[in-house]
């Protein structure tokens, strides 16, 4: 894509991937709006990149509030115009079981990636699809398509995430504005460093059949999909074959997710 004079608006800039785009995208002439809720890494980031002669603002936004988000587009619009391009990389979770996770642990991980993407998306559609033009990339987990114990409120955001994604861009059809899911496999990234346990359960067949991907890989990734404007993108490609053969033996890839995951959940049903 020719990003020359191209608005676009990152969430989940202050880490991981979203950092990792801003990064790769910095130097090709587009207007970069960052957005996570840590100002001093976001302001970091913008002052980098705008010293080496891109051009980046930071709009520190908890975007699980509806109303910020909304106000924060608002201003986002007037002061530097409607987004060509999103990538909702803003998300968290960590991975427990029904019986340790309490019911506000599922409000804030269905609050973030899930209700963080829903109003980032609700703030600027209508401006886009009047425009008639836009690419919305949403990062979404392998999870997504995938059940594995001890990780139930993450896996049921990623699922829900899924279902918006493929129902908005059913909805957009007849629009020029697109939306492309990225659908990865463990990617080495902040993420599991402040969410531990998760990079405890992850089921080990996953390690046995794939590298880890890099934030790096990810963002170039983000990039062709700009490009090819695809409806879903599944790294690496083992996880699309793992994918795909649970389509057609949902038994099997269930089997092998269970013996190779967490197994503490008949301790957590003793202890009740
Ligand atoms: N790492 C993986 O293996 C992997 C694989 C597949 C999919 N994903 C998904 O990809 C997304 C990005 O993951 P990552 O690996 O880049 O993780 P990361 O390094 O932890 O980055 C997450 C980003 O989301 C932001 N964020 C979280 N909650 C927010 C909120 N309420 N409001 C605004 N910003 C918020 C964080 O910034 P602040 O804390 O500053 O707000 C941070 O910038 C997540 O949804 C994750 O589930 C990750």
Request: positive net charge.
């Given at each position: ?26 130097s090709?002439?587009?207007k ?26 930071s709009?520190p ?11 924060q ?38 609050a ?8 980032t ?9 009047k ?41 957009l ?5 697109s ?16 969410n ?37 993108i599944?790294?690496p ?36």
């Amino acid at each position: 894509m020719n990003f020359k004079d191209k608005i676009v608006l990152i969430t989940g800039a202050s880490s991981g991937i979203g950092e990792a785009y801003a990064k790769l995208i910095a130097s090709e002439g587009a207007k970069l709006v960052l957005q996570a809720r840590s100002v001093d890494k976001l302001e970091a980031l913008v002052k980098d990149i705008n010293a080496k002669g891109g051009s980046a603002f930071s709009f520190p936004t908890d975007l699980t509030d509806a109303k910020v988000v909304k106000a924060q587009a608002e201003i986002i619009k007037r002061e530097i115009g409607i987004p060509d391009v999103i990538v909702n990389s803003a998300g968290a979770g960590n991975w427990l079981s029904i019986f340790d996770t309490s019911e506000k642990d599922f409000g804030e991980m269905m609050a973030s990636p899930y209700f963080a993407t829903v109003y980032t998306i609700k703030a600027f559609l209508n401006d886009m699809v009047k425009r008639n033009s836009g690419h919305i990339i949403t990062i979404n987990s392998a999870a997504s398509y995938l059940i594995f114990p001890g990780a139930l409120g993450y896996l049921s955001t990623r699922w829900a995430l899924r279902a918006f994604q493929n129902g908005l861009y059913d909805e957009l059809r007849s629009t020029n504005v697109s939306t492309t899911s990225i659908v990865a496999g463990k990617v080495d990234s902040p993420y599991f460093t402040n969410n531990p346990i998760s990079a405890q359960r992850l089921p080990k067949i996953g390690a046995m059949i794939m590298k880890a991907l890099t934030v790096d890989e990810v963002a170039m990734v983000i990039n062709r999909a700009l490009d090819k404007r695809k409806k879903t993108i599944i790294i690496p490609w083992q996880m699309f074959l793992a994918i795909k053969f649970g389509q057609f033996f949902p038994g099997v890839l269930g089997m092998l997710l269970r013996a190779t995951g967490y197994k503490g959940i008949r301790k957590e049903i003793a202890k009740l």
